[in-house]
């Protein structure tokens, strides 16, 4: 198969699973009766489009769009959980989406260096040591907010079919029976996971912030907005680039960070949540291999 490496992907919803291939998705979760529920559909032509072959941008372009799909998942699953019919689409999505990116740049980018600022302003500290501190709290914050919201039941069972997702990629990808007795014998790391990618985002950022110096307060916290999409553009092809070179000594040892952070965002799955992930990835399969290219 092409580009097995990179093709591939997939998230966590709320009791389910989602597979994203190269022209469809999966989405299967576990009903309260118990039977598992398939939802499919064929994925925008912006995938492959000639955006996705462009290094840097694809990922800014790509990343958006897979929020966006990540949270009709989210909202799909819920849908399944409660009985309940909205739809989550359009600009309600986006708006959604939207506001949920606000909070996480407020948290994870503008308090941060809003305490680097007045540690300079106030404290009389070095400005490039400010901007190192910027990061460190950034990368406290992004580890202590995963472990805290660990400890919540229905984010632990979201951890299992994380854990879920990842062994099953990790079995296909290896060639293996996708069964869940089969399955369960991989590990819960994956190279491609989105929890790799925040890490490498907020490493990214203290070695480009730490390098920009000392700022005033507006050019500060607008640098840390503005500077976001190019950050990502990194994030995403360095994320690639390792995926694609896991045979190398030194790329296994640059991933150990990532690798290590996916030891909160998992969690190991029990056999049903194996059967759900198996059936969302053989869907999405399925669906590729009926789509005329």
């Not at 490498?200 to 005033?216: C, K, M």
Request: hydrophobic share 50%.
């Amino acid at each position: 198969m092409e580009d097995k490496i990179i093709t591939y992907g997939g998230q966590a919803v709320i009791e389910g699973v989602m597979m994203r291939g190269r022209k469809a998705l999966a989405i299967a979760m576990r009903a309260p009766d118990g039977q598992i529920v398939i939802h499919k559909e064929n994925l925008g032509s912006v995938y492959r489009s000639r955006i996705a072959k462009i290094p840097f941008l694809r990922g800014v372009i790509l990343l958006w769009d897979a929020l966006g799909l990540g949270m009709r998942a989210l909202t799909l699953s819920a849908n399944v959980q409660t009985g309940e019919d909205e739809k989550l689409e359009g600009p309600a999505l986006y708006l959604t989406l939207g506001i949920s990116l606000a909070i996480g740049i407020g948290l994870f980018f503008l308090l941060p260096a809003g305490i680097g600022g007045f540690a300079e302003s106030y404290l009389g500290w070095n400005p490039w040591l400010n901007n190192l501190l910027e990061g460190i709290v950034r990368l406290i914050l992004l580890v202590g907010y995963i472990w805290a919201i660990g400890f919540m039941p229905d984010v632990k069972r979201l951890f299992g079919y994380h854990g879920a997702e990842h062994k099953t990629i990790n079995a296909y990808e290896a060639g293996a029976e996708l069964t869940p007795e089969t399955v369960a014998k991989f590990p819960l790391e994956h190279a491609r996971c989105g929890t790799a990618f925040m890490l490498t985002l907020v490493l990214v950022s203290i070695l480009v912030f730490t390098a920009l110096g000392p700022l005033p307060i507006f050019w500060r916290l607008a640098s840390r907005v503005l500077l976001i999409p190019f950050l990502a553009g990194i994030a995403v092809e360095y994320i690639r680039w390792t995926a694609n070179h896991l045979d190398s000594p030194i790329v296994r040892f640059l991933i150990k960070p990532n690798l290590a952070l996916q030891s909160l965002t998992t969690r190991e799955p029990d056999a049903s949540m194996l059967e759900v992930a198996i059936e969302s990835f053989k869907t999405m399969r399925k669906a590729e291999q009926e789509l005329v290219v």
